[in-house]
């Protein structure tokens, strides 16, 4: 069935559960696929990855030892936590894991953007995985061989970015002891991602598009040209065509970049993702010498129910508070899964005993200020740096305005960096 690799004993004991999953997975025809077999079919040999599928009244996931092998006990073929479970033991690691209807197409999409050279740009929030999407497309590229570097943009100071993309010579400024290849050499003949390629600074796009244009890098404090063959994918948080046209991002760059785009949306939006996402971070969290446990159906309909402001970033949290809270148990349960404290957005209730009285003018501006700043970190995905960008104010002045916030006792959510 759309080259899963079952023994006759999986195709006639297990059709209904093999033909859902086929309808998935058959969209990835160069995914190594492990073998599904039945208990009473013979044990393959070697160490590829071999799945085991029974029938039981009480699901199940063990681990059989060696590595990709797995034996998958369910009851009902139509069950949600069966196929996630099935998708979750089939999926390589590090590459996406997918059953939403439009996850599939973009995956589809990227495996074939991945046999050209084209540059991609991928855009979504923050947490919805795109550095997951960009090594898909290396792995799945003619470049899979070489190497793929992910270089996040907004991590690096302003001052080093440049040195740190194009490399500099030894005595190049004061501390360059040694010489440095840069993440564009280091790169060669592979894939450089540039993550958050939105908090650039306007300067130094202007010699990243030099180099895409020309493919050539000039190293800080050298004159002559280094040639090099690098795939670019850039990811950006933020609207891209908005940045152009406010200024804050060069419009060659951007067309230079927008080739082909690709979209992740956020993980509330593909809702048929959760269930196989979750018991991928089961199995990626829980010791090799450890029983998995099971995710239950009642606690999978939660996770459906979530807004995940966090997307992908804040399941695996939740999994993992879910795992140790349920540490030795069969099961996650409904009562495991606890979700991260949502910020509370300043509102128009009056204050608690003790706070501010908000009628008076200062406290008025102050609360207006709180709102302000809080919808500015939720469109930037809770990034001070970009926050800070957004408001035109320094990031140390936006951590001491969140700090007397919450002195003044208005809830906050901090951000990050």
């Known amino acids: 069935m759309n080259g899963l690799g079952a023994t006759e004993g999986v195709r006639r004991g297990h059709a209904a559960l093999?033909?859902?999953?086929?309808?998935?997975?058959?969209?990835?025809?160069?995914?190594?696929?492990?073998?599904?077999?039945?208990?009473?079919?013979?044990?393959?040999?070697?160490?590829?990855?071999?799945?085991?599928?029974?029938?039981s009244a009480i699901a199940?996931?063990?681990?059989?030892?060696?590595?990709?092998?797995?034996?998958?006990?369910?009851?009902d073929a139509g069950d949600e936590s069966a196929l996630a479970a099935l998708l979750a033991v089939m999926a390589t690691p590090g590459l996406p894991i997918a059953a939403d209807p439009e996850s599939l197409s973009v995956?589809?999409?990227?495996?074939?953007?991945?046999?050209?050279?084209?540059?991609?740009?991928?855009?979504?929030?923050?947490?919805?995985?795109?550095?997951?999407?960009s090594r898909f497309i290396h792995q799945r590229s003619p470049r899979s061989a070489k190497p793929f570097v992910a270089v996040n943009c907004a991590a690096m100071p302003e001052t080093m970015l440049e040195a740190l993309l194009f490399g500099h010579k030894k005595g190049a400024f004061t501390g360059a002891s040694e010489a440095a290849l840069g993440f564009f050499r280091a790169a060669d003949g592979g894939t450089?991602?540039?993550?958050e390629i939105a908090e650039m600074p306007l300067g130094l796009q202007a010699k990243l598009l030099r180099a895409l244009q020309e493919g050539e890098v000039v190293p800080i404090g050298s004159t002559e040209p280094i040639k090099v063959d690098v795939r670019i994918i850039a990811c950006a948080n933020r609207d891209l065509p908005?940045?152009?046209?406010?200024?804050?991002?060069?419009?060659?760059?951007?067309?230079?970049?927008?080739?082909?785009?690709?979209?992740?949306?956020?993980?509330?939006?593909?809702?048929?993702?959760?269930?196989?996402?979750?018991?991928?971070?089961?199995?990626?969290?829980?010791?090799?010498?450890?029983?998995?446990?099971?995710?239950?159906?009642?606690?999978?309909?939660?996770?459906?129910?979530?807004?995940?402001?966090?997307?992908?970033?804040?399941?695996?949290?939740?999994m993992r508070r879910a795992l140790l809270l349920a540490d030795g148990q069969t099961a996650i349960a409904p009562h495991h899964i606890v979700f991260d404290q949502p910020a509370r957005l300043v509102g128009d209730a009056l204050p608690a005993a003790g706070q501010p009285d908000p009628r008076r003018l200062s406290n008025i501006v102050q609360i207006s200020e709180a709102r302000a700043i809080m919808a500015t970190l939720a469109a930037c995905g809770g990034n001070?740096?970009?926050?800070?960008?957004?408001?035109?104010?320094?990031?140390?002045?936006?951590?001491?305005?969140?700090?007397?916030?919450?002195?003044?006792g208005i809830a906050m959510a901090g951000g990050r960096r």
């Open 60 to 75: 199940s996931l063990t681990r059989d030892g060696g590595r990709g092998r797995f034996t998958l006990a369910y009851a």
């Open 192 to 195: 450089l991602m540039l993550d």
């Open 107 to 133: 995956l589809a999409l990227a495996e074939r953007l991945a046999a050209s050279e084209i540059p991609v740009l991928i855009g979504g929030p923050t947490g919805t995985g795109k550095e997951v999407l």
């Open 242 to 318: 908005t940045e152009v046209a406010e200024g804050r991002f060069r419009a060659d760059l951007f067309y230079r970049l927008n080739v082909f785009p690709l979209g992740l949306r956020p993980l509330r939006e593909r809702a048929e993702d959760i269930a196989p996402l979750a018991f991928a971070m089961v199995l990626r969290h829980t010791a090799s010498n450890r029983a998995v446990p099971w995710i239950c159906a009642e606690a999978l309909a939660m996770l459906k129910l979530h807004g995940w402001p966090g997307n992908v970033r804040e399941l695996e949290n939740v």
């Open 384 to 408: 001070r740096l970009a926050a800070a960008r957004e408001l035109g104010i320094s990031e140390r002045t936006l951590r001491y305005r969140l700090a007397a916030f919450r002195d003044a």
């Open 18 to 55: 093999l033909q859902r999953a086929a309808a998935i997975l058959g969209t990835l025809e160069g995914s190594a696929m492990p073998l599904l077999r039945c208990p009473a079919d013979p044990v393959q040999p070697g160490p590829g990855p071999v799945i085991t599928l029974e029938r």
